[in-house]
């Protein structure tokens, strides 16, 4: 199954000497609740975001009210959505032909076992061959599924590229799964242009989004890496800023990823973060792609 490159980690502090505990402990920690805050932490700070940028047009507050909602009301068992009603979605290009709207399992432990509670799992359990040894390491689509849940006009999206957004419809859900990496993907209409481009992450909502350079957040994110903290590799160092939420001067999309294909990073990322006036760069949404296989270990 996908997972994060390093999502709940044990703390590899434990095994330190005695004498060393006490620095790394709160090193680690104070990296953590920037790089993956819990949920009452994003709360408090979506909820200052909004306070103080009340002007916000209608899409940009839209998203940020609805990863508020989000966290206070997650979704249940039942009521979790697709990949692409989400606030926010990642978007890869793994292959030369493959691009399209990359989904994960939602796991849970149910009585000492972890089940897929995934929407996108509850549609295709029926479909014969879905997760089949024939099927392993190959993207299948499923498109009897596909068309029974959309009968007549198909999803849209909005996707966002490192300079422009375009809004697009969803042709196509598809899953691959492999001993080390799993996810559904929904292609989308493309045409020769858009598959040259840059194209990092979905929302169903027409952002405002000021597009840029911001070398000062690489640079922060390095100075921010703790490497000793992580059992698993992930890029967070390697993340570049290309956006702006217009209207909110501190918050920024960021990516980790190798162009055109993603074949030379071990978990490529999208980000939304937020730089306190501190400084602090804090994480308030981010999927990675585990390439490395670490939940493999």
Known sequence: MVTAACGDREQKETSLPEKETASVVYECEDFWALYNPNDSAKILYLEEILNE????KAGNKLLLQSLLKSLKNPPSKDSIPLTFENPLFPIHRLKKDQMGILG????KEVNGQ????????????????YQSIDSMGLLVSFPKTWNELYPESKPTFYWYSTSRRVKSTITEMCYLGDECLSYFQYN???TPDNQKEKIVFGSPFALDLDFGKWPEISKDFKIQLLENCLDCPINYQDQVAFAKLKG???LFFTYADS?????????PSRSLVYKRKDGKLVTLWNSELDLFGCGCL
């Not at 940028?53 to 916000?56: A, D, T």
């Not at 994960?104 to 796991?107: K, L, N, T």
């Not at 972890?114 to 061959?129: N, P």
């Open 53 to 56: 940028n009340k002007e916000l």
């Open 259 to 267: 162009w055109p294909i993603n074949d030379q990073l071990k978990a």
């Open 114 to 129: 972890w089940e897929d509670l995934s929407k996108e799992d509850q549609l295709l359990r029926k479909d014969f061959g």
């Open 104 to 107: 994960y399992a939602v796991q």
């Open 188 to 190: 989308f209409d493309q």
């Open 248 to 250: 909110c001067g501190n």
